[in-house]
């Protein structure tokens, strides 16, 4: 009799720059029974401030199944995500997944959510220039 799991869990640990390059490519998903983005602009900057003072920001579920070719809506970046075997589905910490990849990628500065900038001189996540700059 199988006990339901195909795999065993396991920690794995993923760079910043890897985690938003598998949400850009579609790799990661978002289950359609997750709730909504919810977070605020202001709870984003909270997110940045910490990883920037390298701060713990907590860690994610994500879920290794198989995933169908789709568009992918994940705050206001859409993907055209190929059908992979091993997609990550987010069972726990879509708010900071969707705030990471969309505050660092110039698609998601569509949403004043993500349109932010980093004050090198005042060490602060501030509003981006409104010169289309990053």
């Not at 907590?58 to 059908?83: F, K, N, T, Y």
Request: cysteine-free; aromatic content about 8%.
């Amino acid at each position: 009799m199988s006990s339901g799991l195909e795999t065993r869990p396991g920690a794995t640990t993923f760079g910043l720059d890897d985690l938003v390059e598998l949400a850009w490519s579609g790799h990661i998903r978002v289950p359609h029974f997750q709730r909504d983005f919810r977070w605020t602009r202001q709870d984003v900057i909270r997110l940045f401030d910490s990883v920037v003072k390298r701060y713990p920001v907590g860690s994610l579920l994500l879920w290794r199944r198989p995933a169908p070719a789709q568009r992918v809506m994940l705050g206001a970046l859409q993907i055209d995500a190929l059908q992979v075997d091993q997609a990550l589905w987010v069972v726990d910490g879509q708010q900071r997944v969707t705030s990471l990849a969309n505050a660092l990628h110039p698609d998601g500065a569509q949403d004043p959510r993500f349109d932010l900038g980093y004050d090198v001189r005042g060490d602060q996540i501030v509003n981006r220039p409104g010169t289309g700059e990053p």
